[in-house]
């Protein structure tokens, strides 16, 4: 292996660190503390749409992460 | 079409539903129309004589019209149909305009019309899922960014701040379909009706599986998860499982995705770089795949008792479950040593339609199931029907994948069979399709089900829409239209926190509440991949080196490879030896990326029905081709490839061959200027002496010369001799 290739070997390593690192950074930040809290509201924009006609909604088990 | 409300604070509203109700049955006719195509072409499979011997229903040439058919047809209008209904309620507002929506609707049912009518004349840019010829790939490019403008001027109108994760995924697919039709699109015009991919040989071969991969990506996956995060939970009426791991599948998905196209190209002619990016990304893709399930289905926590008794539900966590399998089944497949196996079999064949029938079939319908009473006003027709139908679906499903599996496996592990000589254990191809043969009776029955299925939906939306009064667009009260705040504001009200978290937990809601900037940074996401994989095949000339010994093809066989490309020769024969035992033993030493520089479109192919022809050239005598071609039976008595007799009597077109080598050196081809002037002459010339060698072999009548079959068969005996005129090295 030339002393050129060697040095480009550096890349793929810087790479995968970096794509490993922004996964787990990704997932640390979704799963913050209090985090759920933050994205109820979000989740029930679906129910929202039209409050007249809509069922009232099904309580679901508090059991997610 | 909003109306104020007095001291209310709310404003009247009438949905476009009109327009969703068109494309609700655009995609029920195309999918009726796509999947009966589908039917035709497993019987044909199944037994030649289906092929009947007309040109405009062979497999080669109607191929194409189904996998365009279910994919432009059912499942874009699916998309459609989906994203125009649920956007609306989503960000409470009417579509940004009435005229761009049916010039939308109309539009694009033009463009699938066409495709029925110039796929069977055999008029195709040779390209799989992109066979569109180039008028009709610009009206799609125009279709298209009428769909974007409507989409996202509606999202600019909203009422609602917050962008449910919903819309992402189409904000995402309408923006990255975009990028893949144009690249994979770029052509060189002959005529009104044929042009050349300006790419060739290996890099054609990226761009193209970059575009087929991801079209698989972004037309039939995230359109239809974001489907999923909309109709679940309104089918079940609870929330989705986890709006934070929504967040997560969504980045990591489509970052992941768009890596993952070189699977398609394992063991050929491409760089090994961009073979192992390929796989290494697949099997990255299974974990944000899995999530997406995983929170699709938890979504139903505590409720799976509904799954019994509803058939919308039934439908759409079938289709959730067949997601997760096909995903789990796709990384598998492109792991390098068990594509060896799978690869160029029906092993893919099955993979394909576990995703295909499974995840988009019955997403859809789940989705249309629900849709239909709410857009009609009243009771769905049958409910014992529909779930008629989601058993017939799913048997047939079932029924269609193993025998897939096994048809492709047998074949892979006959084809690789070595004696303890280390000679073939069966040289012949056609020993391997007819150990198949009965397995694609077996997929043809499990079509059959699964359009059975098909059948009775049909039935039962046109009931459940006669049995309504003239359908009213949905009217609701919304709250008055919001002023967005400016990015600028919104980051400086941010960083105004208190803390570092504060300010990190506010970035992704500003960013869920700004579509234009979200819709950009998905556009940023995806170029990621794409750039690193397509931009060094372009620009580092070591991943294609030239060959010396290899030519542009001669008049002749140019027109000859049209005619191979017209008939979708490339459909079932690859022109791509691996490097394996078996194949070098079988067709020769493996494929070099110099061996195809001057192939505009490439033509490696991704499936074997019939052997590879990367060698085939002088291996057998041209009489060997004449009668191959007027009915392979005579040649092989367990072929099942159809006859192609309208190639001994059809008149060779020779008005554009002038121009065919003027495009191509254009592109680069090393055609020089007297090349082009005399392109006539030379091929009357090697027309007239490949008659009269057939006269020679066989008294075939002199009158051949002017037949198509002469152009095929120059090009045909030209594949792979360039390679063996190489200099020893």
């Known amino acids: 292996m030339t002393g050129e290739a060697t040095d480009l070997m550096i890349f793929p390593k810087i790479g995968l660190i970096l794509f490993f690192g922004f996964f787990v950074g990704l997932l640390v930040w979704v799963y913050r503390r209090r985090g759920r809290k933050i994205y109820d509201k979000e989740s029930m924009i679906p129910f929202d749409e039209a409050p007249e006609a809509q069922p009232p909604i099904d309580e679901a088990p508090k059991d997610e992460p | ?729």
């Open chain 2, 1 to 729: 079409m909003s109306q104020p409300e007095q001291n209310t604070g709310l404003e009247r509203l009438t949905y476009n539903d009109k327009v969703v109700r068109q494309f609700f049955w655009a995609t029920v006719v195309w999918g009726f129309v796509g999947m009966l195509v589908g039917i035709l072409i497993a019987s044909e499979l199944a037994n030649w004589r289906v092929n009947m011997g007309i040109p405009y229903i062979t497999f080669g040439r109607i191929r194409p019209l189904h996998t365009n058919g279910v994919i432009f047809g059912f499942a874009c209008n699916a998309f459609f149909t989906a994203a125009y209904y649920s956007t609306q309620r989503l960000v409470k507002a009417r579509l940004y305009s009435d005229v761009l929506s049916q010039i939308h609707f109309w539009g694009w049912q033009a463009i699938i019309v066409c495709a029925a009518l110039t796929f069977p004349q055999g008029l195709t840019f040779g390209k799989e899922y992109g066979e569109l010829e180039w008028p009709i790939k610009l009206a799609i490019t125009v279709i298209w960014v009428v769909f974007a403008v409507n989409y996202f001027g509606t999202l600019l109108r909203r009422r609602e701040k917050h962008i449910y994760v919903s819309i992402w995924f189409y904000s995402a697919s309408i923006i990255t379909v975009a990028a893949l039709h144009i690249v994979e699109s770029f052509f060189i015009p002959v005529s009104f009706l044929k042009s050349y991919s300006m790419f060739s040989g290996t890099q054609d071969a990226l761009v193209q599986w970059w575009y087929g991969h991801n079209a698989v990506a972004f037309i039939l996956t995230t359109p239809f998860l974001g489907m999923m995060y909309y109709f679940i939970p309104k089918a079940v009426n609870r929330p989705v499982y986890s709006y934070r791991l929504s967040i997560v599948h969504f980045w990591s998905l489509i970052f992941v995705y768009i890596w993952a196209g070189p699977h398609h190209l394992h063991y050929t002619a491409l760089p090994g770089w961009a073979q192992s990016l390929g796989m290494v990304f697949s099997i990255m893709l299974w974990m944000p795949s899995w999530g997406g399930m995983i929170n699709g289905l938890l979504t139903l926590r505590g409720a799976w008792d509904k799954v019994r008794k509803d058939h919308v539900l039934k439908f759409l966590v079938t289709a959730v479950t067949f997601y997760g399998m096909a995903t789990f089944e796709g990384p598998l497949m492109a792991i390098k040593s068990v594509n060896a196996i799978s690869h160029y079999t029906d092993w893919t064949i099955g993979h394909v339609h576990s995703g295909t029938l499974g995840w988009v079939g019955f997403m859809t319908f789940g989705a249309l199931y629900w849709l239909a009473p709410k857009l009609y006003g009243v009771k769905l027709y049958s409910d014992k029907m529909a779930t008629t139908h989601f058993w017939l679906g799913t048997v047939g499903i079932v029924v269609y994948i193993v025998s897939m599996w096994i048809a492709g496996i047998t074949q892979a592990l006959m084809l690789q069979a070595v004696t303890p000589e280390g000679k073939l254990l069966y040289p012949d191809f056609v020993q391997t399709v007819a150990a198949i043969e009965p397995y694609y009776y077996m997929r043809l029955f499990g079509g059959l089900l699964y359009f059975s299925g098909v059948c009775l939906a049909v039935v039962n939306f046109w009931k459940t829409m006669k049995s309504a009064p003239t359908p009213v667009d949905e009217t609701v009260l919304v709250p008055v239209r919001f002023v967005p705040s400016r990015l600028t504001d919104d980051l400086e009200e941010a960083t105004r926190q208190k803390d570092m978290t504060g300010v990190v937990n506010k970035l992704h809601h500003i960013l869920e509440s700004k579509p234009m900037v979200l819709t950009v940074l998905a556009l940023l996401t995806i170029s990621v991949g794409s750039l690193v994989e397509l931009v060094p095949t372009f620009y580092i000339r070591d991943n294609v080196p030239l060959i010396a010994s290899v030519k542009p093809y001669t008049p002749l066989e140019l027109e000859g490879r049209d005619i191979y490309i017209r008939e979708g020769c490339y459909l079932c024969h690859s022109q791509m030896v691996r490097p394996f035992k078996d194949e070098y033993l079988r067709y020769g030493p493996p494929s070099r990326p110099g061996e195809s520089v001057y192939d505009h479109p490439f033509q490696w192919g991704s499936k074997r029905t019939g052997p590879d022809l990367a060698r085939v050239g002088g291996k057998y005598p041209d009489l060997w081709h004449y009668r191959h071609m007027r009915n392979p039976r005579d040649i092989s008595s367990k072929s099942i490839m159809p006859v192609f007799k309208w190639l001994l009597t059809d008149k060779l077109d020779t008005s554009l061959t002038k121009a065919k080598i003027e495009a191509m050196r254009t592109l680069g081809v090393p055609y020089s200027k007297d090349d082009v002037d005399s392109a006539d002459v030379r091929r009357d010339r090697q027309a007239a002496e490949v008659a009269a060698v057939l006269k020679d072999q066989g008294n075939v009548p002199e009158t051949v010369k002017d037949k198509e079959i002469v152009a095929l068969i120059a090009y045909l005996q030209r594949l792979g001799t360039d390679i063996k005129k190489e200099a020893p090295q």
